[in-house]
């Protein structure tokens, strides 16, 4: 089984030195009130659902023929949110489901957007799966990005507090 879970693949896209201080027990993000608005919107978006605990991940849901259900506070769809759910699927055919595909759910926005799983998808999730791992085991963070690019982010003042 994979001890990498949805939260590690979306910091590995956001940005890998995020992963590897995430790894070290750095979480700011509790303290985040981004990251609150996006629980608080999880909470009371598709109260019927309940999570899917498989330890190192939590999925939103999945429905009947194993189609993964995953919501999302952003207002606009991202290759984050798409390799977070290609992880799942590779997650849950580990466990021998067959899976059919993702949808993510963006109700501020009122859209979903579907996520193709086949052999293609397989692959670009155990690619994204090796190089979280290779990221996590490096002795030293990564370089922090352009700062720009860091708005936001919860991790913010551990990267640029000297600066």
């Known amino acids: 089984m994979s ?4 939260v590690h693949i979306k910091y590995l896209l956001h940005c890998p ?4 201080l995430y790894m070290r ?13 996006g ?9 019927r659902r309940r ?5 190192e991940a939590k ?8 189609v993964i259900h995953e919501t999302k506070s952003s207002r606009a769809p991202s290759e984050q949110h798409d390799a977070q759910v290609r992880h799942y699927c590779l997650l849950l055919e580990r466990r021998g489901v067959n899976v059919r595909h ?23 999730a155990e690619d994204t799966e090796r190089h979280a791992r290779t990221t996590i085991n490096q002795p030293e963070p990564p370089p922090r990005l352009d700062r720009p690019r860091c708005r936001g982010c919860s991790y913010t003042d551990y990267c640029w507090g000297d600066s």
């Open 39 to 47: 629980e608080a919107v999880d909470e009371t978006t598709y109260t």
């Open 3 to 6: 001890d990498i879970g949805g």
């Open 51 to 55: 999570d899917i605990d498989l330890g």
């Open 25 to 37: 027990g750095y979480r700011p993000e509790q303290r985040s009130d981004t990251v609150a608005y």
């Open 59 to 66: 999925i939103d849901w999945v429905t009947t023929g194993a």
């Open 17 to 20: 030195r995020q992963l590897w």
């Open 102 to 124: 993702g949808v993510i759910h963006y109700p501020l926005i009122r859209r979903t957007v579907t996520v193709t799983w086949n052999q293609h998808a397989r692959a670009l």
